[in-house]
Protein backbone atom coordinates (compact mmCIF):
# COMPACT_ATOMS: atom_id res chain seq x y z
CA UNK A 1 0.00 0.00 0.00
CA UNK A 2 1.43 3.15 -1.24
CA UNK A 3 1.74 5.84 1.74
CA UNK A 4 0.43 9.15 1.92
CA UNK A 5 3.75 10.71 0.41
CA UNK A 6 4.11 8.54 -2.37
CA UNK A 7 0.87 9.33 -3.51
CA UNK A 8 0.95 12.75 -3.43
CA UNK A 9 4.73 12.61 -5.07
CA UNK A 10 4.76 10.25 -7.83
CA UNK A 11 4.83 6.52 -7.17
CA UNK A 12 7.53 4.45 -6.29
CA UNK A 13 8.09 1.41 -8.31
CA UNK A 14 6.43 -1.66 -7.24
CA UNK A 15 7.94 -4.92 -6.72
CA UNK A 16 6.51 -7.22 -9.45
CA UNK A 17 7.40 -4.03 -12.09
CA UNK A 18 11.18 -4.14 -10.52
CA UNK A 19 11.03 -7.92 -11.14
CA UNK A 20 9.81 -7.62 -14.17
CA UNK A 21 12.30 -4.74 -15.40
CA UNK A 22 15.13 -6.26 -13.84
CA UNK A 23 14.40 -9.78 -15.49
CA UNK A 24 13.77 -8.68 -19.19
CA UNK A 25 17.68 -6.86 -18.88
CA UNK A 26 18.92 -10.13 -17.24
CA UNK A 27 17.28 -12.04 -19.84
CA UNK A 28 18.74 -9.53 -23.15
CA UNK A 29 21.99 -10.45 -20.95
CA UNK A 30 21.28 -13.44 -20.98
CA UNK A 31 20.17 -13.83 -24.44
CA UNK A 32 22.94 -12.08 -25.86
CA UNK A 33 25.66 -14.78 -24.63
CA UNK A 34 28.47 -12.96 -24.69
CA UNK A 35 31.18 -15.40 -23.84
CA UNK A 36 33.61 -14.16 -20.98
CA UNK A 37 36.73 -14.57 -22.80
CA UNK A 38 35.09 -12.11 -25.55
CA UNK A 39 34.36 -9.84 -23.32
CA UNK A 40 37.85 -9.97 -22.05
CA UNK A 41 39.54 -9.45 -25.36
CA UNK A 42 37.24 -6.84 -26.39
CA UNK A 43 38.06 -4.73 -23.30
CA UNK A 44 42.02 -4.95 -24.05
CA UNK A 45 41.21 -4.00 -27.74
CA UNK A 46 39.21 -0.74 -26.45
CA UNK A 47 41.88 -0.19 -24.22
CA UNK A 48 44.55 -0.38 -26.58
CA UNK A 49 43.15 1.95 -29.27
CA UNK A 50 41.93 4.66 -26.25
CA UNK A 51 45.66 4.32 -24.61
CA UNK A 52 46.91 6.20 -28.10
CA UNK A 53 44.92 9.47 -27.05
CA UNK A 54 44.62 9.22 -23.26
CA UNK A 55 45.72 7.79 -20.00
CA UNK A 56 42.93 5.41 -19.12
CA UNK A 57 42.20 4.31 -15.27
CA UNK A 58 42.37 0.85 -15.64
CA UNK A 59 40.81 0.23 -12.31
CA UNK A 60 38.02 1.87 -12.87
CA UNK A 61 37.08 0.59 -16.43
CA UNK A 62 33.86 -0.85 -16.80
CA UNK A 63 32.54 -2.94 -19.90
CA UNK A 64 29.31 -4.12 -19.21
CA UNK A 65 25.96 -5.26 -21.94
CA UNK A 66 23.02 -2.86 -20.81
CA UNK A 67 19.40 -2.28 -22.00
CA UNK A 68 19.12 0.24 -25.01
CA UNK A 69 15.69 1.43 -26.00
CA UNK A 70 14.33 -1.87 -27.75
CA UNK A 71 17.57 -3.84 -27.64
CA UNK A 72 20.75 -4.03 -25.64
CA UNK A 73 24.08 -1.63 -25.89
CA UNK A 74 27.55 -2.13 -24.88
CA UNK A 75 27.67 0.09 -22.22
CA UNK A 76 30.88 1.38 -21.12
CA UNK A 77 32.72 3.84 -18.65
CA UNK A 78 35.85 4.65 -18.98
CA UNK A 79 37.59 7.30 -16.34
CA UNK A 80 40.67 9.36 -18.39
CA UNK A 81 43.11 9.86 -15.72
CA UNK A 82 44.74 12.68 -18.17
CA UNK A 83 44.90 13.54 -22.13
CA UNK A 84 48.54 12.21 -23.82
CA UNK A 85 50.41 14.88 -24.50
CA UNK A 86 52.51 13.96 -27.29
CA UNK B 1 -5.30 -46.43 -31.75
CA UNK B 2 -2.66 -46.38 -33.90
CA UNK B 3 1.12 -45.42 -32.54
CA UNK B 4 1.29 -42.25 -34.56
CA UNK B 5 -1.47 -41.03 -32.75
CA UNK B 6 0.29 -41.06 -28.97
CA UNK B 7 1.51 -37.75 -27.46
CA UNK B 8 4.99 -37.64 -25.87
CA UNK B 9 5.42 -34.61 -23.51
CA UNK B 10 8.04 -33.54 -21.46
CA UNK B 11 8.08 -31.31 -18.24
CA UNK B 12 10.36 -29.10 -17.29
CA UNK B 13 11.70 -25.98 -15.83
CA UNK B 14 15.30 -25.61 -15.25
CA UNK B 15 15.12 -24.59 -11.44
CA UNK B 16 14.01 -27.43 -9.23
CA UNK B 17 11.33 -27.34 -7.00
CA UNK B 18 8.82 -25.59 -9.50
CA UNK B 19 6.64 -27.93 -9.36
CA UNK B 20 7.04 -30.36 -12.36
CA UNK B 21 6.24 -33.76 -10.69
CA UNK B 22 3.37 -32.04 -9.17
CA UNK B 23 2.32 -31.08 -12.58
CA UNK B 24 3.39 -34.26 -14.53
CA UNK B 25 1.34 -36.64 -11.31
CA UNK B 26 -1.81 -34.33 -11.89
CA UNK B 27 -1.88 -33.64 -15.56
CA UNK B 28 -1.39 -37.53 -15.91
CA UNK B 29 -3.89 -38.65 -13.66
CA UNK B 30 -6.56 -35.84 -15.12
CA UNK B 31 -5.66 -37.23 -18.21
CA UNK B 32 -6.60 -40.70 -17.54
CA UNK B 33 -9.73 -39.73 -15.88
CA UNK B 34 -10.79 -38.47 -19.11
CA UNK B 35 -10.32 -41.79 -20.63
CA UNK B 36 -6.49 -41.38 -21.58
CA UNK B 37 -4.35 -44.01 -21.92
CA UNK B 38 -1.34 -42.30 -20.01
CA UNK B 39 2.12 -43.76 -18.79
CA UNK B 40 3.92 -41.31 -16.83
CA UNK B 41 8.02 -41.52 -16.96
CA UNK B 42 10.11 -40.51 -13.81
CA UNK B 43 13.19 -39.43 -15.31
CA UNK B 44 14.79 -37.41 -12.50
CA UNK B 45 17.18 -40.86 -12.08
CA UNK B 46 18.61 -40.57 -8.20
CA UNK B 47 16.35 -37.93 -7.08
CA UNK B 48 12.59 -40.61 -7.38
CA UNK B 49 9.71 -38.72 -6.18
CA UNK B 50 6.93 -39.14 -9.17
CA UNK B 51 6.04 -42.46 -7.47
CA UNK B 52 5.27 -40.26 -3.82
CA UNK B 53 3.14 -38.02 -5.63
CA UNK B 54 0.96 -40.55 -7.00
CA UNK B 55 0.91 -42.77 -3.73
CA UNK B 56 2.60 -45.59 -5.35
CA UNK B 57 5.75 -45.70 -3.71
CA UNK B 58 5.17 -49.30 -2.03
CA UNK B 59 4.41 -50.83 -4.99
CA UNK B 60 7.97 -50.71 -6.94
CA UNK B 61 9.84 -53.67 -8.28
CA UNK B 62 11.49 -52.34 -10.65
CA UNK B 63 12.71 -49.40 -12.47
CA UNK B 64 13.59 -47.90 -15.28
CA UNK B 65 17.08 -48.82 -15.36
CA UNK B 66 16.08 -52.69 -14.80
CA UNK B 67 14.43 -51.92 -18.07
CA UNK B 68 17.48 -50.58 -19.89
CA UNK B 69 19.79 -52.97 -18.80
CA UNK B 70 17.51 -55.36 -19.53
CA UNK B 71 16.74 -57.28 -15.81
CA UNK B 72 13.01 -56.43 -16.40
CA UNK B 73 10.53 -56.22 -19.13
CA UNK B 74 8.93 -52.74 -19.65
CA UNK B 75 5.45 -54.36 -18.66
CA UNK B 76 6.85 -55.80 -16.13
CA UNK B 77 7.87 -52.48 -14.57
CA UNK B 78 4.96 -50.46 -15.47
CA UNK B 79 2.77 -49.69 -11.94
CA UNK B 80 -0.43 -49.69 -12.11
CA UNK B 81 -2.13 -46.81 -11.00
CA UNK B 82 -4.08 -47.80 -7.80
CA UNK B 83 -7.11 -45.67 -8.24
CA UNK B 84 -7.09 -44.92 -12.29
CA UNK B 85 -7.32 -47.69 -14.39
CA UNK B 86 -5.55 -46.17 -17.53
CA UNK B 87 -1.96 -44.90 -15.82
CA UNK B 88 0.89 -46.35 -15.43
CA UNK B 89 3.87 -45.44 -13.91
CA UNK B 90 7.48 -46.00 -14.93
CA UNK B 91 9.85 -45.26 -11.64
CA UNK B 92 13.23 -43.73 -11.77
CA UNK B 93 15.77 -45.91 -10.48
CA UNK B 94 16.81 -44.00 -6.69
CA UNK B 95 20.49 -45.98 -6.34
CA UNK B 96 21.62 -44.44 -9.71
CA UNK B 97 22.82 -41.48 -11.57
CA UNK B 98 21.40 -39.47 -14.66
CA UNK B 99 24.34 -41.59 -17.04
CA UNK B 100 22.42 -44.93 -16.14
CA UNK B 101 20.41 -44.11 -19.64
CA UNK B 102 20.87 -42.55 -22.06
CA UNK B 103 18.85 -40.74 -25.01
CA UNK B 104 18.53 -43.61 -27.29
CA UNK B 105 17.48 -46.07 -24.76
CA UNK B 106 14.94 -43.30 -23.95
CA UNK B 107 13.52 -43.11 -27.24
CA UNK B 108 13.49 -47.13 -27.56
CA UNK B 109 11.57 -47.44 -23.71
CA UNK B 110 9.51 -44.57 -25.58
CA UNK B 111 8.83 -46.12 -28.76
CA UNK B 112 7.67 -49.55 -26.84
CA UNK B 113 5.16 -47.44 -24.63
CA UNK B 114 4.03 -46.39 -28.17
CA UNK B 115 3.08 -49.71 -29.69
CA UNK B 116 1.13 -50.41 -26.21
CA UNK B 117 -1.34 -47.98 -27.40
CA UNK B 118 -0.43 -45.31 -25.18
CA UNK B 119 -2.32 -42.22 -25.79
CA UNK B 120 -0.09 -39.92 -23.96
CA UNK B 121 3.56 -40.42 -22.35
CA UNK B 122 4.58 -37.96 -20.23
CA UNK B 123 7.84 -37.50 -18.76
CA UNK B 124 9.22 -35.90 -15.42
CA UNK B 125 12.28 -33.74 -16.41
CA UNK B 126 14.91 -33.91 -13.77
CA UNK B 127 16.15 -30.31 -12.66
CA UNK B 128 19.28 -28.86 -14.40
CA UNK B 129 20.44 -28.55 -18.02
CA UNK B 130 22.44 -31.50 -18.10
CA UNK B 131 22.49 -35.20 -19.22
CA UNK B 132 19.40 -35.86 -17.29
CA UNK B 133 17.62 -33.04 -19.52
CA UNK B 134 19.18 -34.15 -22.49
CA UNK B 135 17.73 -38.15 -21.73
CA UNK B 136 14.25 -36.48 -20.94
CA UNK B 137 13.48 -34.71 -23.76
CA UNK B 138 15.33 -37.06 -25.99
CA UNK B 139 12.18 -38.76 -27.22
CA UNK B 140 9.32 -35.88 -26.54
CA UNK B 141 7.58 -34.61 -29.04
CA UNK B 142 6.24 -31.28 -27.38
CA UNK B 143 7.38 -29.98 -23.82
CA UNK B 144 5.95 -28.13 -20.99
CA UNK B 145 7.64 -25.34 -19.45
CA UNK B 146 6.44 -24.93 -15.57
CA UNK B 147 7.94 -21.77 -14.24
CA UNK B 148 6.67 -19.80 -10.86
CA UNK B 149 6.22 -16.24 -10.88
CA UNK B 150 9.39 -15.28 -9.48
CA UNK B 151 12.73 -13.85 -10.68
CA UNK B 152 15.08 -16.67 -10.93
CA UNK B 153 12.36 -19.32 -11.85
CA UNK B 154 11.35 -17.73 -15.06
CA UNK B 155 15.33 -16.54 -15.86
CA UNK B 156 15.92 -20.79 -15.98
CA UNK B 157 12.61 -21.38 -17.55
CA UNK B 158 13.99 -18.63 -20.70
CA UNK B 159 17.43 -20.66 -20.76
CA UNK B 160 15.30 -23.91 -21.00
CA UNK B 161 13.16 -22.39 -23.67
CA UNK B 162 16.25 -21.56 -25.62
CA UNK B 163 17.99 -25.09 -25.22
CA UNK B 164 14.24 -26.91 -26.08
CA UNK B 165 14.69 -25.27 -29.38
CA UNK B 166 18.17 -26.41 -29.53
CA UNK B 167 16.33 -30.28 -29.52
CA UNK B 168 13.82 -29.05 -32.18
CA UNK B 169 10.92 -28.73 -29.14
CA UNK B 170 9.93 -25.12 -30.36
CA UNK B 171 7.08 -23.12 -28.84
CA UNK B 172 6.69 -25.11 -25.79
CA UNK B 173 3.52 -24.92 -23.24
CA UNK B 174 3.93 -22.47 -20.56
CA UNK B 175 2.45 -23.26 -17.10
CA UNK B 176 2.48 -20.75 -14.57
CA UNK B 177 3.00 -22.40 -10.37
CA UNK B 178 2.28 -21.26 -7.51
CA UNK B 179 1.06 -17.81 -8.24
CA UNK B 180 -0.72 -15.72 -5.65
CA UNK B 181 -3.89 -13.58 -6.86
CA UNK B 182 -3.35 -11.22 -3.87
CA UNK B 183 0.10 -10.71 -4.10
CA UNK B 184 -0.50 -10.19 -7.82
CA UNK B 185 -3.49 -7.89 -7.34
CA UNK B 186 -1.03 -5.40 -5.15
CA UNK B 187 1.89 -5.72 -7.95
CA UNK B 188 3.96 -7.55 -5.12
CA UNK B 189 4.14 -10.50 -7.76
CA UNK B 190 4.95 -10.74 -11.44
CA UNK B 191 1.23 -11.23 -13.21
CA UNK B 192 0.98 -13.98 -15.51
CA UNK B 193 0.76 -11.53 -18.57
CA UNK B 194 4.47 -10.58 -17.39
CA UNK B 195 5.72 -13.90 -17.33
CA UNK B 196 4.45 -14.09 -20.61
CA UNK B 197 6.07 -10.47 -21.86
CA UNK B 198 9.79 -11.25 -20.81
CA UNK B 199 9.37 -15.09 -21.80
CA UNK B 200 8.33 -13.90 -25.64
CA UNK B 201 5.71 -14.96 -27.75
CA UNK B 202 7.17 -18.48 -28.55
CA UNK B 203 5.45 -20.03 -25.54
CA UNK B 204 1.63 -20.61 -25.58
CA UNK B 205 0.01 -20.28 -21.70
CA UNK B 206 -1.55 -23.64 -20.95
CA UNK B 207 -2.62 -22.81 -17.48
CA UNK B 208 -2.54 -20.60 -13.91
CA UNK B 209 -1.83 -22.72 -10.80
CA UNK B 210 -2.74 -20.48 -7.55
CA UNK B 211 -0.24 -21.26 -4.71
CA UNK B 212 -2.61 -24.12 -2.87
CA UNK B 213 -2.58 -25.93 0.01
CA UNK B 214 -4.17 -28.59 -1.13
CA UNK B 215 -1.39 -29.19 -3.12
CA UNK B 216 0.70 -30.28 0.21
CA UNK B 217 -1.75 -32.02 1.80
CA UNK B 218 -2.71 -33.97 -1.19
CA UNK B 219 0.79 -34.89 -2.26
CA UNK B 220 1.14 -35.70 1.60
CA UNK B 221 -1.85 -38.34 1.24
CA UNK B 222 -0.54 -39.33 -2.45
CA UNK B 223 -3.71 -38.47 -4.17
CA UNK B 224 -3.15 -36.06 -6.81
CA UNK B 225 -5.12 -32.90 -6.40
CA UNK B 226 -6.65 -32.95 -9.40
CA UNK B 227 -8.82 -36.26 -8.75
CA UNK B 228 -10.47 -34.53 -5.49
CA UNK B 229 -13.35 -32.17 -6.20
CA UNK B 230 -13.68 -28.82 -4.88
CA UNK B 231 -10.23 -27.00 -4.12
CA UNK B 232 -8.55 -24.57 -7.13
CA UNK B 233 -5.40 -26.14 -7.96
CA UNK B 234 -6.96 -29.56 -8.97
CA UNK B 235 -9.81 -27.72 -11.14
CA UNK B 236 -6.81 -25.81 -13.02
CA UNK B 237 -4.86 -28.89 -13.52
CA UNK B 238 -7.85 -30.74 -15.45
CA UNK B 239 -8.83 -27.43 -17.18
CA UNK B 240 -4.88 -28.23 -18.33
CA UNK B 241 -5.59 -31.87 -19.18
CA UNK B 242 -8.66 -31.03 -21.26
CA UNK B 243 -6.86 -27.79 -22.51
CA UNK B 244 -4.22 -30.89 -24.41
CA UNK B 245 -6.80 -33.01 -25.41
CA UNK B 246 -7.80 -29.80 -27.97
CA UNK B 247 -10.99 -28.27 -25.91
CA UNK B 248 -10.68 -24.85 -25.70
CA UNK B 249 -11.61 -24.21 -21.19
CA UNK B 250 -11.36 -20.28 -20.32
CA UNK B 251 -8.53 -19.68 -17.87
CA UNK B 252 -10.07 -19.56 -13.97
CA UNK B 253 -10.38 -16.02 -15.58
CA UNK B 254 -7.12 -14.95 -14.08
CA UNK B 255 -7.94 -15.73 -10.58
CA UNK B 256 -5.60 -12.62 -9.64
CA UNK B 257 -6.61 -9.48 -11.32
CA UNK B 258 -10.68 -9.39 -10.05
CA UNK B 259 -10.88 -10.74 -6.86
CA UNK B 260 -12.31 -13.92 -9.00
CA UNK B 261 -10.15 -16.56 -7.21
CA UNK B 262 -11.83 -15.22 -3.67
CA UNK B 263 -15.44 -15.90 -5.19
CA UNK B 264 -14.95 -18.89 -6.32
CA UNK B 265 -13.09 -20.23 -2.99
CA UNK B 266 -16.59 -18.69 -1.28
CA UNK B 267 -18.47 -20.66 -3.46
CA UNK B 268 -16.62 -23.86 -3.03
CA UNK B 269 -17.06 -23.31 0.84
CA UNK B 270 -13.56 -22.37 2.13
CA UNK B 271 -13.56 -20.06 5.00
CA UNK B 272 -10.68 -17.33 3.78
N1 LIG C 1 0.66 -24.83 -6.56
C1 LIG C 1 1.33 -25.21 -5.46
N2 LIG C 1 0.90 -24.80 -4.23
C2 LIG C 1 1.56 -25.17 -3.11
N3 LIG C 1 2.65 -25.95 -3.10
C3 LIG C 1 3.13 -26.39 -4.28
C4 LIG C 1 2.50 -26.05 -5.52
N4 LIG C 1 3.20 -26.65 -6.52
C5 LIG C 1 4.21 -27.32 -5.94
N5 LIG C 1 4.19 -27.18 -4.61
C6 LIG C 1 5.12 -27.78 -3.63
O1 LIG C 1 6.43 -27.41 -4.01
C7 LIG C 1 7.36 -28.46 -3.78
C8 LIG C 1 8.12 -28.79 -5.03
O2 LIG C 1 7.25 -29.33 -6.02
P1 LIG C 1 7.73 -30.45 -7.03
O3 LIG C 1 6.55 -30.79 -7.89
O4 LIG C 1 8.39 -31.59 -6.32
O5 LIG C 1 8.81 -29.64 -7.88
P2 LIG C 1 9.91 -30.16 -8.91
O6 LIG C 1 9.50 -31.50 -9.40
O7 LIG C 1 9.91 -29.12 -10.00
O8 LIG C 1 11.21 -30.17 -8.17
C9 LIG C 1 6.53 -29.63 -3.28
O9 LIG C 1 6.66 -29.69 -1.90
C10 LIG C 1 5.12 -29.29 -3.69
O10 LIG C 1 4.18 -29.82 -2.80
MG1 LIG D 1 10.66 -33.32 -9.38
Known amino acids: ?86 | MSENNTRVIVITSGKGGVGKTTTTANIGTALANMGEKVALLDADIGLRNLDLALGLENRIVYDIVDVVEGRAKLRQALIKDKRTQNLALLPAAQTRDKSAVNPAQMRQLIQELREDGYTFIIIDCPAGIEQGFRNATAGATEAIVVTNPEMSSVRDADRIIGLLEAQDLRNPYLIVNRLRPKMVKNQEMLAVEDVQDVLGSSVKLLGIIPEDEVIITSTNKGEPAATLEGNLAGQAYRNIARRLRGETVPFLDLEEKTGFLDRLKGLFGSKK
Open chain 1, 1 to 86: MPSLFERLFGKREKPAETAKNRLKLVLMHDRADIPGPMMEQMRQEILTVLSKYVVIDEQHLDVSIDKADGGIALVASIPIVRVNAD
